[in-house]
């Protein structure tokens, strides 16, 4: 089985409750794992990925909002796994 990596503004690019607490943050993380692991890595993060979320590629052009980066996680092959699990979460600034 393939790995899949890039890097996305992780969790300020998932839409989230506007007064979650850190406990429903942590949650929807592992929703947001478990979505990947069962479902697949595009379908997990159509559902999660904010509108203006940005998916920053080593190297590559920013690729800019939702349908943008998950058309192009579509091609990601069907057996590529994303798993995770959150080990903490801390509040900064304002939400």
Same mark, same amino acid.
């Given at each position: ?12 690019? &998932?839409?989230?409750? &506007?007064?979650?607490n850190?406990?429903? /943050?942590?949650?929807?993380? @592992? ?7 069962? =479902? *697949? ?7 999660? !990925?904010?509108? %203006?979320?940005?998916? !920053?590629?080593g190297?590559?052009?920013?690729? &800019?909002?939702?349908?943008t /980066? ?5 091609? /990601? ?5 994303? %798993?995770?699990?959150?080990? *903490?979460? =801390?509040? @900064? *600034? /304002? @939400?």
């Open positions: 089985m393939r790995m899949f990596f890039c890097a996305i503004t992780a969790l300020s690019a &998932v839409t989230l409750p &506007v007064w979650a850190d406990e429903e /943050i942590m949650n929807i993380d @592992r929703a947001f794992a478990r979505m990947s692991m069962d =479902q *697949g890595i595009a379908d997990a993060f159509d559902h999660y !990925l904010s509108d %203006d979320a940005v998916k !920053l590629d190297g590559s052009h920013p690729q &800019v909002g939702h349908s /980066i998950i058309t192009g996680m579509r091609q /990601i092959p069907e057996d590529a796994t994303l %798993d995770w699990e959150p080990a *903490g979460w =801390q509040s @900064r *600034g /304002i @939400r």
